[in-house]
């Protein structure tokens, strides 16, 4: 009888574990970006970087962009290379971030590259689309790698807090609703 009565409380605790599990792995993937391609590309103007993310924003940012809040994904990536003697040597650090807004008035959405250009979409999907599948970006002039040399390139991807207004920064950084970030992701990169 307690045999029976033991191998039922397990034969519970897996069941509730099993119906757990699901729930917490999408718990765990909300909040973040997942970089699902990153490569290098040498060009004639220089370096160009090729990459794909993938994320969904959650209804409170949504609700935020629907009020007129404007929201900033920043893309960093870095070029090192490693010495053996002394710390590893950054040989090309740069930023871009795309800024998506909603105008009441028009009903669209845009996304601008900041100091660049800037693009109109008649849905949230489109606009998100635009930043997920970013254009070739040269993050590095010709010359600025030694051809041959092998760098480690880091890379990383997330809403970027510092450029909301600042009753919503206060909330965002004690809130995970605006926490949206990849983890970095590394990778070897032989220049051209």
């Known amino acids: 009888m307690t045999f029976r009565f033991v191998r039922f409380l397990c034969w519970q605790l897996l ?4 119906c757990a599990l ?6 765990a993937a909300e909040g973040t970006v997942e970089i699902t391609r990153a490569y290098i590309e040498a060009a004639e103007e ?18 935020a962009l629907q009020y007129g809040v404007a929201v900033n994904f920043t893309t960093e990536i870095a070029f090192t290379r490693p010495r053996w003697y002394w710390f590893d040597e950054k ?9 998506l807004w909603y105008n009441v008035l028009t009903r669209q959405y845009h996304v601008q590259i900041v100091g660049s250009v800037q693009q109109t979409f008649e849905s949230l999907d489109d606009a998100l689309f635009f930043i997920r599948r970013p254009t070739r970006w040269v993050v590095a002039p010709r010359g600025a790698l ?29 809130n995970r609703d605006w926490t949206l970030s990849s983890q970095k992701r590394t990778f070897q990169y032989r220049a051209e």
Do not use: C, W
Not at 22 to 27: C, D, I, L, N
Not at 91 to 99: C, G, I, Q, S
């Open 15 to 18: 069941l509730m574990l099993a």
């Open 146 to 174: 030694k051809v041959g040399e092998v760098y480690n390139v880091t890379l990383s991807m997330g809403m970027d807090r510092d450029f909301l207004p600042k009753p919503i920064q206060v909330n965002a950084f004690n």
């Open 22 to 27: 699901p729930q917490a792995a999408h718990a």
């Open 46 to 63: 220089g370096y160009r970087l090729n990459a794909a993310y993938s994320f969904d924003l959650n209804h409170g940012v949504e609700d």
């Open 91 to 99: 040989a090309v650090t740069a930023k871009r971030t795309h800024k």
